[in-house]
Nanobody, 118 residues
């Protein structure tokens, strides 16, 4: 059983920064991708950033140059450093883990709210 625990969401002013963290537990394949998606009210869930277990990263165009994804201090953890935040970044952010050998084996966190407002 795989579980994803998220932390770090909150309220921040435009131009500010936040760091999101996700920790995975359970039986996890060494070949996987792990990262973040987000969903704003009325919108589809969209990619933010992901990182494979061997270091390959993928970013959405809207966050390139502002957000950085990296492995955390704990095994099977991933952090998302978000800088120069904009109101349009406001969304629920979901941690995701997907096994590369079988994409049907996919797991989601409960989501953490990020609000960017004055």
């Amino acid at each position: 059983q795989v579980q994803l625990m998220e932390s770090g969401g909150g309220l921040v002013q435009p131009g500010g920064s936040l760091t999101l963290s996700c920790a995975a537990s359970g039986s996890i394949s060494v070949f996987h991708t792990m990262g973040w998606y987000r969903q704003a009210p009325g919108n589809d869930r969209e990619l933010v950033a992901t990182m494979t277990s061997f270091g390959t990263t993928d970013y959405s165009n809207s966050v390139k140059g502002r957000f950085t994804i990296f492995r955390g201090a704990t095994l099977d953890t991933v952090d998302l450093q978000m800088n120069t935040l904009r109101p349009e970044d406001t969304a629920v952010y979901y941690c995701n883990l997907r096994e590369l050998s079988d994409p049907r084996r996919e797991y989601w966190g409960q989501g953490t709210q990020v609000t960017v407002a004055s």
